[in-house]
């Protein structure tokens, strides 16, 4: 009888732990089919590569991520289950007890180009350094934290802050990564100047009002610890703007690089409007680079933008927004909310992958309710001054318009790089 008393609750609780292992398991592999069928499989940033033979099924990797069902337990072996929700938090692989998880760029299908970067953010050119998402850290929280470490590596390097003619560091964007640097740099006293082409805040700069920046407490110089969870652009470009005027730190807005040549001692920076003789240089620029094209007819009129500054300017008018990731859906969904607004999605691909799941829902919520059309598979043929011409799988549709956006991406300053003699390796999901 004792036996029994002791034996019963141990049964229960193994009849509840394989309950538990099936549905799980259930659930897991339907949302991985589903993803395979709509063709939702490349991640579009860093992410992670689960090796079979050390996982142990525990679960830990799918509790840790903060997206939450992005990891996925199928027959008791960790998969990467939506693979588009994954945006490289990375806590998948510090939460695993086994080492079974490698984070990589790229897949065996795409490919993605990553400038060759040592631990301490150092390219193959001694003195120049990347941070944030050129090195493929698109996060604002990881892009800071690096800006913040590649200032203190570049603190060590030889000659640095010991005086002289040069400056310490040229510091080329202000994005997350730029940001950080320039109040790390500030903080050490060291001799530097930061260069941005655009404004403060880089690519968050650019994103559509009211849009929610996930982010994270993190570490900024001079400043402290920032507890952000879950905000706003405007609040999080509030608190940089305060902290800008606040520190004195001094941002030479306006100002692109052009070339960076070695010379004795360091580097020559050339800018549009100046010249810098340096010992180190950091860069911090985005991955978007020059904005990709259509190159169609039509293209250069006034009415075609390639990036949504305010979604209130195109109230009552025949929008197109062209383009299948974050930025296209965004600034889609954005315009569509507006009184008189009518929106199509012109996208050459047949899914969303590369896109996260709230915009996706964004999207087909504003389909449902007739306030915008989704054209898949299809492109651009011609734009004139009152219309557009799509081709959508051979079929030809013209649309009355008076604005286009391209969100298509942009072509990777890979060229300027090599040029500059960094190394820039491919990716194909590899570690």
Not at 33 to 39: F, H, L, S, T, V
Not at 101 to 117: C, E, M, Q, S, W
Not at 277 to 282: D, E
Not at 387 to 399: A, H, P, R
Request: proline fraction near 4%; charge should be neutral; aromatic fraction near 6%.
């Amino acid at each position: 009888m004792t036996l029994a008393l002791y034996f019963f609750p141990l049964v229960l609780i193994l009849f509840w732990y394989v309950r538990r292992e099936q549905n799980e398991h259930a659930r897991s592999l339907a949302l991985l089919e589903e993803n395979q069928r709509a063709g939702l499989t490349e991640p579009a940033s860093l992410h992670p590569v689960i090796d079979p033979g050390r996982c142990m099924g525990c679960g830990s990797c799918a509790s840790a991520c903060p997206e939450g069902n992005v990891l996925g337990l199928v027959e008791g072996k960790a998969v990467l289950i939506n693979a588009t929700h994954c945006i490289g938090h990375g806590a998948c692989k510090e939460a695993c007890p086994f080492d079974a998880i490698t984070l990589v760029f790229g897949t065996a299908k795409r490919g993605v180009d990553i400038p060759a970067v040592k631990p301490n953010f150092e390219t193959n050119m001694p003195g120049i350094f990347i941070a944030g998402e050129l090195g493929g850290m698109g996060l604002i929280r990881n892009a800071v934290e690096q800006g913040r470490q590649a200032i203190l590596s570049i603190g060590a390097y030889d000659g640095v802050g010991k005086g002289g003619d040069r400056l310490d560091v040229v510091i080329v964007g202000a994005g997350p990564a730029g940001f950080s640097a320039s109040l790390g740099a500030m903080e050490k006293k060291l001799k530097a100047v930061t260069i941005e082409q655009e404004a403060l805040g880089g690519t968050v700069s650019h994103f559509p009002r009211g849009k929610l920046v996930m982010t994270a407490p993190v570490k900024l110089p001079i400043v402290g610890k920032v507890s952000f969870t879950e905000t706003t652009k405007e609040t999080l470009m509030a608190f940089w703007e305060k902290t800008e005027q606040e520190t004195g730190v001094k941002i030479n807005y306006g100002e692109k690089l052009e070339e960076i040549t070695a010379e004795s001692g360091g580097y020559l920076v050339r800018s549009s409007k100046a010249e810098y003789h340096t010992r180190t240089v950091l860069l911090a620029i985005g991955r978007r680079g020059t904005p990709r094209k259509l190159g169609v007819e039509g293209e250069t009129l006034p009415k075609v933008v390639y990036r949504l500054i305010d979604a209130e300017q195109y109230k009552g008018q025949h929008v197109l927004v062209v383009g299948g990731g974050d930025s296209a859906l965004e600034a889609a969904a954005s315009v569509a909310e507006q009184p008189g607004t009518t929106v199509t999605l012109s996208y050459r691909s047949g899914a969303f992958s590369r896109a996260k799941e709230k915009n996706r829902q964004r999207i087909e919520e504003a389909e449902a309710a007739g306030r915008m059309q989704v054209l898949f598979t299809s492109n651009v043929v011609s734009i004139s001054e009152s219309s557009v011409t799509i081709d959508q799988e051979g079929k030809i549709i013209e649309l009355p318009n008076d604005a286009i956006i391209v969100s298509a991406g942009g072509i990777l300053p890979t060229p300027f790089l090599k040029k500059t003699g960094i190394e820039v390796e491919t990716h194909h999901g590899a570690a």
